[in-house]
């Protein structure tokens, strides 16, 4: 049955982190920005996630844009967790400039944060990171976007 919520519109990330070598990334919609000076993210996560466990640990994370054809990737991240499955070994991808974490070939633009916080909101918890790098990789693309449950 159709409710409100169908009209939340909401953008398709990749979440990614290290902790002692090993990588966790996942695909994320519960992401915005959450203050201008100084920048910062903030991306809400079940604690169960295997990415979570990782940025708690490291205290940084990425955020990284999809391109809407890009849809095998967020199927990848988003339908698997780290804990049990190889998402890195199945895509390209490469470091980010400052935190030296793991980018998604094809993305858009990645933005590196540093954790500055964290916030039980029910069953998730919302980490707030301060965006210490930001980079555009494609001028033209367009960013993936979920609605009504769909992806386009
Ligand atoms: C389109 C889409 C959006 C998602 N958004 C979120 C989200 O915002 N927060 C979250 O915790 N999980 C979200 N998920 C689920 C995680 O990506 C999924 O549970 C993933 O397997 C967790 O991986 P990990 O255990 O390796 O961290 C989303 C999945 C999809 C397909």
């Known amino acids: 049955m159709k409710s409100v919520f169908d009209y939340l519109v909401q953008g398709v990330y990749i979440v990614s982190t290290e902790f002692e070598n090993q990588m966790a990334g996942l695909t994320a919609a519960w992401v915005m920005q959450s203050s201008f000076k100084p920048p910062m993210l903030a991306v809400s996560l079940g604690p169960t996630r295997r990415t979570a466990e990782l940025i708690e640990k490291s205290g940084k994370f990425t955020v990284q844009v999809?391109?809407?054809?890009?849809?095998?990737?967020?199927?990848?991240?988003?339908?698997?967790?780290?804990?049990?499955?190889?998402?890195?070994?199945?895509?390209?991808?490469?470091?980010?400039?400052?935190?030296?974490?793991?980018?998604?070939?094809?993305?858009?633009?990645?933005?590196?944060?540093?954790?500055?916080?964290?916030?039980?909101?029910?069953?998730?918890?919302?980490?707030?990171?301060?965006?210490?790098?930001?980079?555009l990789l494609k001028k033209d693309g367009r960013p993936m976007r979920f609605l009504m449950r769909d992806w386009f």
């Open 66 to 135: 999809l391109d809407e054809i890009q849809r095998q990737v967020a199927e990848i991240f988003g339908y698997h967790s780290s804990r049990n499955f190889d998402k890195f070994s199945r895509v390209q991808w490469s470091r980010s400039e400052k935190l030296g974490l793991p980018i998604i070939e094809g993305v858009l633009g990645y933005f590196e944060c540093e954790l500055e916080g964290r916030l039980e909101s029910g069953d998730h918890v919302i980490y707030n990171g301060k965006i210490i790098n930001h980079k």
